[in-house]
């Protein structure tokens, strides 16, 4: 097999933790042909220099899937602003880490605020494009990828031309004999509502490959054709938080791409196994979304799913949860009424002129 370019994606807001213990699992990738690249959504944690200490071997990474290997230090970075990165890069600063093996050059990229997780990735994603990359791939900081997981894909990917994106086998951290989501996800569209395909199953099941509806965000491998439009590769950033990748790949399979799951692509994922509850932020994002997501592709079912996530808000409410419960319904609101270009221009303001959360709120485990 050939073995193109691969830009790795490792998306950070105030989570250096999680991110150099994802570093050090990609340092240990088996694919020969890949770059990583780490953008930084305008953290206040000083993450940045946790991330230039874990490189220079100053700060050893303890994970219960592997041991900490100091000989693969130092990792040489180079560092760009998100102007000059989307912009393709600087020769003199590219050309000190060519010739490095893949798991020893890393490329920092600073957006300067939080811009979610569509906008943060987006910035990648430019810099991937300006660079020549056969694929990206967008790995959640909060992950531990397998040796093989990068090879898989490609692998998968390889064996058909129409595959726009490949998805892995997402396994719970906490619990990794427990699936959290095989490939990617389901939509009700009745109920605007996303499902997890495997979800709580065991590891050992979900070996065959499929067409997933979507593929999850934690781990996407898209393939880049210089025959495509570049705006192909770019998600939605007026959604910020939920559904942007649901809307991304809709997009792409109107264009003909297939979604694909690779099942021997292993990633491990620090979302919790019991189902968690959403902050009022994150019940407004989710809903406000889910509605707007149903407008953009299947509006005849925005009476049914207003329905639904109005039961949700009631249910909340009788569980005292009475934040949560007003979230949804802002979220409601929001959603019929959603104006993505007049949002864009006036952040932290709504459509009709109301406050909503978005330049308030970080952007959470997915």
């Excluded at 007003?326 to 959603?335: F, N, P, R």
Aim: positive net charge.
């Amino acid at each position: 097999m050939n073995h193109p370019t691969v830009f790795t994606l490792i998306l950070n807001y105030n989570g250096w933790r999680d991110t150099v213990e994802c570093l050090e699992s990609v340092q240990r990738l088996n694919y020969p042909n890949y770059r990583i690249v780490v953008i930084d959504n305008g953290s206040s944690d000083g993450s940045m220099d946790k991330i230039k200490a874990w490189a220079a071997g100053e700060l050893p990474v303890e994970s219960k899937f592997f041991t900490y290997d100091p000989s693969t230090k130092p990792v040489h970075w180079i560092e760009y602003d998100r102007a000059t990165a989307e912009a393709d890069g600087l020769p003199e600063l590219e050309a000190e880490i060519e010739a490095l093996p893949p798991n020893r050059r890393m490329v920092l990229i600073q957006t300067g605020a939080n811009l979610g997780y569509a906008g943060g990735n987006n910035v990648g994603i430019r810099y991937a494009l300006k660079r020549g990359a056969n694929y990206v791939w967008i790995l959640n900081n909060d992950t531990v990828a397998q040796p093989d997981a990068l090879l898989e894909m490609v692998r998968l990917a390889e064996s058909n031309k129409q595959v726009g994106i490949v998805g892995a086998k997402i396994l719970y951290y906490d619990q990794p004999r427990l699936i959290q989501a095989a490939g990617g996800m389901w939509v009700s569209r009745w109920q605007g509502m996303s499902y997890h395909y495997g979800r709580f199953e065991d590891a050992s099941y979900w070996i065959n490959a499929f067409e997933p509806e979507y593929v999850s965000g934690a781990s996407m491998l898209i393939r880049i054709l210089a025959s495509d439009a570049e705006s192909d590769y770019f998600m939605e950033e007026s959604f910020f938080l939920y559904w942007e990748e649901a809307d991304w790949q809709q997009r792409l399979k109107k264009k003909g791409k297939r979604l694909l799951y690779a099942p021997n692509a292993i990633v491990y994922h620090k979302e919790s196994s019991s189902v968690g509850s959403k902050t009022p932020k994150q019940e407004f994002f989710y809903t406000r979304n889910a509605i707007y997501f149903a407008r953009l592709h299947f509006p005849w079912t925005i009476p049914t799913i207003s329905i639904v996530h109005l039961l949700r808000a009631v249910k909340r409410a009788l569980r005292g949860e009475w934040q949560r419960g007003i979230g949804i319904l802002k979220g409601i609101a929001a959603g019929l009424t959603y104006n993505a270009s007049s949002w864009r221009k006036q952040p932290g303001v709504g459509s009709n002129g109301s406050k909503d959360y978005r330049g308030q709120t970080s952007v959470p485990r997915r």
